[in-house]
């Protein structure tokens, strides 16, 4: 089992910046794609951003494209988002998720079913 465990959220107005943390722990983690979504409020979970791990190769949602950059640092087994000139519409919860599955490149895997362990989840509030 892989624990996955954000942090970094909370309240910020809108333009102002956040970064987000994903730690992996448990069993070897041995993910090779890992991404972050979305939920707002009444709304489906959103595909934000993936990268994989092994040659950090990265995809950003057209929403927060230019916004928002997605990082790595294997060697802490941690995944970044950092969030600029933040929008009220970006209030969501920004959930972690791991691949264990075997990834293949040229392929960006942007849906939810294509992940296989979640985090707990951690609020992002933009206030207008």
């Known amino acids: 089992q892989v624990q996955l465990v954000e942090s970094g959220g909370g309240l910020v107005q809108a333009g102002g910046s956040l970064r987000l943390s994903c730690a992996a722990s448990?069993?070897?983690?041995?993910?090779?794609?890992m991404a972050w979504f979305r939920q707002a409020p009444g709304k489906e979970r959103e595909f934000v951003a993936t990268?994989?791990?092994?040659?950090?190769?990265?995809y950003h949602a057209d929403s927060v494209k230019g916004r928002f950059t997605i990082a790595r640092d294997n060697a802490k087994n941690t995944m970044l988002l950092q969030m600029n000139n933040l929008k009220p519409e970006d209030t969501a919860v920004y959930y972690c998720?791991?691949?264990?599955?075997?990834?293949?490149?040229?392929?960006?895997?942007?849906?939810?079913?294509?992940?296989?362990?979640w985090g707990q989840g951690t609020q992002v509030t933009v206030s207008s």
């Open positions: 998720a791991a691949r264990s599955r075997r990834s293949y490149g040229g392929i960006v895997y942007s849906g939810s079913w294509d992940y296989d362990d």
């Open positions: 990268i994989r791990l092994i040659d950090g190769s990265t």
């Open positions: 448990g069993r070897t983690f041995s993910s090779d794609t």
